[in-house]
């Protein structure tokens, strides 16, 4: 088998059928009233955020990107300010791929396959693998239920007494939801949404990306299932550098995009 179809195989490992997709969650509209200090309200959302310096997570991937069904079992670590590591388990064997890098540096290892390719953009190869072009540290907040670390509150208005909504000084809008406590609910970052639910005293049990498509960018539909949520565990620097076999063979970020599950949305540009 050629090596580029083998690479192909191995990621399809993550392309399988998906159950169908629970409906978004549902922003209130209609009247609001603007909200002088949300001081207090986002105090109690992020009450487990101002200590949070690294979390390990265990995640259940599903869902979808343009016409590619997606599904599979990550682990997963972070670490302040940017460093990750995430491999994709397979049901035996060697994983599917380990991510790992920081300082905004990562490393794609593709062990079935002997590839690899190093020193890219971690939010470039999150984007080829998945569609999802997120940067390291706000995929760590958001699994954890917190704000990303460049999201600079602005105006807050309330509706009702469940909800508030705050403009992001920067840009896009994070919106906290009052049930037992209140909670970061939703988020919007440019065109991204992201749905936090299920909430435990770990954080949220879900977390959900979803993107509407655009005429370069295929429709999104990323849903994770978090268990085994660790806070503030300790992780050497050796969590995220990989020790890769000098037999590996470079990759580039277009090849990797050609054989991940974009393949098959395509079609749909």
Do not use: K
């Amino acid at each position: 088998m050629a090596p580029d179809a083998r690479t192909g195989v191995l990621l399809a490992l993550l392309v399988m059928a998906a159950a169908c997709a629970p409906r978004p969650l549902e922003l209130p509209g209609g009247t609001s009233t603007p909200l002088a200090d949300p001081a207090p309200m986002l105090a109690e959302a992020g009450r487990a955020c101002g200590g949070l310096h690294t979390i390990t997570v265990e995640i259940g991937l599903s869902g979808n990107v343009g016409r590619a069904r997606l599904r599979g079992r990550l682990q997963a670590g972070f670490a302040e300010p940017d460093a990750l590591r995430v491999e994709a388990i397979a049901p035996f064997g060697a994983p599917v791929f380990v991510l790992a890098g920081q300082h905004g540096r990562a490393t794609l290892w593709l062990p079935r396959d002997d590839r690899v390719l190093s020193d890219a953009d971690p939010a470039d190869i999150l984007d080829a693998l998945a569609g999802l072009p997120v940067r390291p540290a706000d995929l760590r907040a958001w699994l954890a239920g917190c704000l990303a670390p460049g999201f600079a509150p602005g105006a807050a208005r309330r509706y009702g007494d469940d909800w508030i909504r705050l403009d992001g000084a920067g840009g896009g809008d994070a919106w906290l939801r009052h049930r037992d406590a209140w909670r970061l609910t939703v988020v919007h970052a440019g065109a991204l949404i992201v749905e936090l639910t299920e909430y435990t005293a770990a954080g949220p049990g879900r977390v959900r990306f979803r993107h509407e498509g655009s005429a370069d960018t295929p429709p999104l539909d990323i849903r994770l299932a978090l268990n085994q949520v660790e806070r503030n565990v300790t992780l050497g620097a050796e969590a995220f550098a990989l020790d890769v076999p000098a037999s590996a063979r470079p990759i580039t970020i277009d090849e990797l995009r050609a054989s991940g599950p974009l393949r098959a949305a395509d079609g749909e540009r």
